[in-house]
């Protein structure tokens, strides 16, 4: 996906997807622009660069995803803290029946995926082409995404998840 980093992030998470395919001995490639753009118009042009579209091409390649999950309904997800949605985006996904994001993609309480506005914007694996990684690893935490979890879970949105006690309890009970 595109990056998430903000000037209000203390976090650079495609360095972090870098160490950690290091570590494996696996690679990534980065997406050089943002997760989410202004307007489809903006999306459409940035595809129409060589890099980000050859980028955006090897989605259909991976083989290993490790994911994370964002809770729309604390502020505390680094998707909600970055500038890349304006007020009204995170008042649509938080009046709605949106409860989670994963790769940028938000999903409902059925496990669809946002199509719209925000969906158009997004440079991102969609969740169909993430349910096809053959191995999909999420590293998730925390009680605010408990709910996003089972729903992920249900969804087919990943086969391993890497946790704390806490939340794994949680999920158990």
């Known amino acids: 996906m595109g990056r998430i980093n903000s000037i209000n992030l203390n976090i650079a998470s495609d360095m972090v997807v870098l160490d950690a395919s290091k570590q494996?001995?696996?690679s990534s490639h980065i997406i050089h622009c943002p997760a989410i753009l202004a307007s489809k118009n903006?999306?459409?042009s940035m595809k129409k660069n060589p890099v980000v579209s050859q980028e955006?091409?090897?989605f259909d390649q991976i083989d290993l995803a490790i994911v994370g999950i964002g809770?729309?309904?604390t502020d505390d997800s680094m998707i909600m803290q970055s500038d890349l949605l304006t007020k009204e985006d995170i008042t649509f996904l938080r009046n709605g029946d949106y409860v989670g994001e994963i790769c940028g993609r938000f999903f409902n309480r059925n496990g669809e995926e946002l199509e719209g506005d925000i969906a158009?914007?997004?440079i991102s694996i969609?969740?169909?082409?993430?349910?096809?990684v053959p191995l999909i690893c999420m590293m998730a935490s925390g009680n605010e995404?408990?709910?996003g979890?089972?729903?992920?879970?249900n969804a087919g949105f990943f086969h391993v998840l890497i946790t704390d006690e806490e939340t794994a309890k949680a999920l158990a009970g």
């Open 42 to 44: 903006d999306v459409i």
């Open 149 to 153: 979890i089972r729903i992920a879970a």
């Open 120 to 122: 158009d914007r997004t």
């Open 24 to 26: 494996i001995g696996g």
């Open 56 to 58: 955006i091409a090897l």
């Open 126 to 132: 969609t969740l169909n082409q993430l349910k096809k």
């Open 145 to 147: 995404k408990i709910e």
């Open 71 to 73: 809770s729309v309904n």
